[in-house]
């Protein structure tokens, strides 16, 4: 189950305890598994993912500042961004595979303490995405959960490149802008 | 030039930042971020990642995650201990592994004194809860894999777009002209360009199929505002059939007036400055090329 703790994880990481690694993978691990599904095609790039993206944490856990973000969207920010890396070294980096919308379904709603989402900034953020005009919210779902490029998502929804870019660049900047107040609210915790 | 960045290149620096964080960005792009951070002083910052990680969270909205496989979470483990040391901080900056991370200009602000508030853990998880409950009930956000559609809607084909832009007032078109036709080919076709809408097609025919993964197209538009040496990425592309193609141009800075159009052949993601060695379009507007 996904708690809250008083004292984050990553610092403890960061500062060398090791005994924190094995509480960090039972908090984090189905999360970064979930991610790195999302974001490769085989079993096989996911597993391998999974072993970056730790080992990424474990460098980076010291830098890791509850002042800016909860520990858990700092872990996804990590994750995400060696997923970037990843595919783009394999020369897929739009590589969001074809079954992400289906693997971000939510499933049923009966336990939500037991959910990895249990934090005020996706709730703030889900709370934007649905109070943005639909046209602006419909261009980052599509790049964000879907990976289409900014010409695909053009395509795909009739609009104009340009339009494309200032719908997701607003959006973006209204969630970004959002999520400040909520992170000091927090207190710095996870 | 002015350190003082003009709303345009600032909206530019956030592209940048968000592609950076949704999809990663090209060498290219990369040292176009570079520039305009050090060009306006711009100090770290990962929000733009921090806002998309939290939108990753949202997905997972009263989603239990997949379990991580056993022998996985072990070799994890098993890693874990030539990792996990008490370095100095400093030295993490060293390894790379945190070193892009860019803050434009107009998101600085006077540092605020944080709110710090101690809330019961369990009066917060429920909190928490229950707006994302409701949230996820209201928005149906992941309702279905074709919910972004607008049932009813008819999507214009790229063909549809290049004609709606051809007939609005202000669009300018003008033909390719061949200019080094080292690859036997003559590809056909024009660009057209509207001014105000800042918005632009090219349509080729027969400009020959690349291997993206050798070279790239490139085009560049040379704007009247800027000098010649300089001309705006217009954006990278491939060919990948015979045969007429329209690919979108995606001016990565706002252009005050187009004076010419050119298509270089780059290494894979393009470049930021061409050195123009093969040029094998250019498409230069004269005056009155209405279409």
Known sequence: ?190 | MSMHPSSSELEYLDDLLIEQAVHGLSDAERVELDQLSRRFKVTDDDRFESAIAALDLAAYCGQRPDEMPADLRQRVLEDAPHYVTAEDPASALDSGEIDRVVLPMSTLQPPKPAVWTSREKWFGLAAAASLLIALASLLGLFGSPGGYEQPGRTIPSLAQQYQDLVDSEGTVAVAWAVNDNSGGSQPAGNVVWNNDRQEGFMRLDGLAVNDPTVEQYQLWIFDSARSDELPVDGGVFDVTSEGEIIIPVDARLPITEATRFAITIEQPGGVVKSERERLPLLAVIEEAAAP
């Not at chain 1, 708690?3 to 090791?18: P, Y």
């Not at chain 1, 934090?119 to 995405?129: G, H, K, M, R, S």
């Open chain 1, 1 to 190: 189950m996904m708690t809250e703790l008083s004292e984050s994880l990553l610092q403890r990481i960061g500062s060398g305890d090791k005994s924190a690694v094995s509480d960090c993978l039972d908090r984090y691990g189905g999360l970064v598994w979930s991610l790195a599904r999302r974001f490769t095609s085989s079993q096989a790039d996911a597993e391998d993912a999974v072993q970056e993206i730790f080992i990424s944490l474990w460098k980076s856990a010291q830098r890791f500042d509850p002042a800016k973000a909860s520990e858990v969207t700092f872990v996804a920010m990590v994750a995400r961004r060696r997923l970037i890396d990843l595919n783009r070294k394999r020369q897929s980096a739009a590589a969001v595979s074809s079954q992400s919308l289906d693997s971000v379904e939510p499933a049923a709603l009966n336990d939500p303490t037991d959910s990895v989402s249990i934090n005020d900034e996706a709730a703030q953020a889900l709370q934007v995405l649905n109070e943005l005009p639909d046209e602006q919210a419909q261009a980052i779902k599509l790049s964000v959960y879907s990976g289409l490029t900014h010409n695909q998502i053009a395509e795909r929804m009739g609009l104009p490149l340009g339009t494309i870019k200032t719908h997701i660049r607003r959006g973006l900047v209204k969630v970004r802008d959002r999520l400040k107040p909520v992170i000091a609210d927090q207190g710095g915790q996870v």
